[in-house]
């Protein structure tokens, strides 16, 4: 998968505290590491974004031939457009997706109220790397943040969590803000 600098640093940091721990525990080791990088688990499809259909910066559209499905990515939750960096969050989705060529692998987990279908998403770099992880990379990028709510229903809500602790410790994205309103704060206030 690719990951930015610092989600690579989080990673080793957590590693080196895992070694410690597996001086006392090797199975408990073994059980925490298996879920640090994520991974596709039960069924994934392959599709194509819908041109123009990037909404913000957890919420787009693909289409897999026989139709089109609105996806909403699976525990996290990307500024509002009228929010502070919410353009950039957009505009940064975007441009994941761009280094597959459009192609989108999707592990769907749910469908929300509005039909949405809420899953994790793989874009395939074709580059000879592994596939960027769009929801850990939002939120490692400081775009997203992790949705407290709805993460735990996530196949990889660790490696999120880890790549949100990293950008909140490296102030990135919406954290070099501290005063920066969490997307549900906002719509709750707004609503």
Known sequence: MKLTQTVKTGVLFLFLVFAIAAKISPQWMARLTSTLEPEYTGN??????VAGSIYDGD????SNGA???????????APEKNQALGTNSRNHLRSLISQGGGRVTLVKTDT????????????PTGNGEEEIHLNSQMVADG???VYPQYV???PNAEPMRIAERSAKSNAVGVWSNPLSEKPWEYRRRSS
């Open 143 to 145: 775009m997203a943040y």
């Open 67 to 77: 139709g089109e499905i609105k996806v909403r990515l699976c525990g996290i939750d």
């Open 112 to 123: 929300d109220q509005y039909g949405r279908t809420i899953a994790e998403a793989f874009i």
């Open 59 to 62: 919420t787009f559209q693909v």
């Open 152 to 154: 735990n229903s996530c």
């Open 44 to 49: 994934s499809e392959s599709y194509t974004l």
